[in-house]
C-alpha cells in the first residue's frame, strides 16, 4: 500500500476523486480496494496574529508523540500562493499520508470549514474539527503591527484580517467551529485549553 492514497497500489492509476467508502479506497480503473487508516484532523485555525504558531512548539512538547503537530504555512511557498485551492488539497494530502502511521494530524493555520470539506481528499478523514483562536481587533492589531518586516503587515493586509476575526467569531455557529478568545488569556492558559480540546477528540 502506497502512503498516497489517490494511487491504486495495484495499477498505479491516480484518481483525481478518490472513491472511498468507510475506510476503504476503490479503484475507478481496476476495482482494488484497500484499507487505510481513517483519523481525525485537528485544524487550529484563526486569523493571524491570535496564537496559532505559537501554540505548534507547545503543543508538540505536550503531546509527545501521540498527534503530529504542523504548521501550514511552511508550504505557503511561491508555486502554491496563486493556486489556495492546490495549497488546501496539499495539505490534506499531506495529513493522510501522516495518519497511515497512526498519528493524528493538527494543523496550525487560517482556514475555514468551506475550503477544507468540498474537497475530494476530505474522504480520507473520519471527522475535521476546528478550533478558531480569535481575539479583539485592538489586540490583533497590535500584535500584526509589531511583526518583523519580513512578514509584510501593511494596514491594509491587517484589516483583511481583521474582517476575517469578525467573519469567523460570526460564522463560527452556523460552520460548527469552537472559538476560544486569547485576548486576554495567557500562552500557557490557551495551550491548556487547546491540549483539552484536542485529548477530548482523540479516538479511544
Not at 34 to 58: E, N, V, Y
Not at 130 to 144: C, H, N, T
Not at 171 to 179: H, M, Q
Request: proline content about 7%; hydrophobic content about 45%; aromatic content about 8%.
Amino acid at each position: 500500500m502506497g502512503l498516497d492514497l489517490r494511487i491504486c497500489p495495484a495499477c498505479g492509476e491516480l484518481a483525481e476523486r478518490p472513491v472511498v467508502t468507510g475506510a476503504v479506497v476503490a479503484c475507478a480503473k481496476c476495482g482494488h480496494e484497500w484499507p487505510f487508516r481513517k483519523l481525525p484532523l485537528f485544524a487550529l485555525t484563526g486569523p493571524s496574529g491570535a496564537g496559532k504558531s505559537t501554540m505548534g512548539p507547545l503543543l508538540a512538547e505536550r503531546f509527545g508523540g501521540d498527534v503530529v503537530v504542523l504548521d501550514q504555512d511552511v508550504l505557503w511557498i511561491d508555486a502554491l500562493r496563486d493556486a489556495v485551492t492546490s495549497f488546501r488539497s496539499v495539505w490534506l494530502r499531506m495529513a493522510a499520508m501522516l495518519h497511515q502511521n497512526g498519528r493524528p494530524v493538527v494543523l496550525c493555520g487560517t482556514v475555514a470549514p468551506p475550503e477544507f470539506e468540498p474537497l475530494p481528499e476530505r474522504a480520507f478523514f473520519s471527522d475535521i474539527h476546528y478550533l478558531a483562536l480569535v481575539g479583539s481587533p485592538a489586540s490583533l492589531r497590535a500584535r500584526l503591527r509589531a511583526r518583523p518586516v519580513w512578514r509584510e503587515w501593511d494596514e491594509e493586509r491587517i484589516d483583511e484580517m481583521l474582517e476575517f476575526n469578525d467573519w469567523l467569531r460570526k460564522s463560527a455557529p452556523a460552520l460548527g467551529v469552537d472559538v476560544f478568545d486569547t485576548t486576554d488569556v495567557s500562552r500557557v492558559e490557551t495551550a491548556d485549553h487547546v491540549e483539552r480540546w484536542i485529548r477530548a477528540r482523540l479516538p479511544r
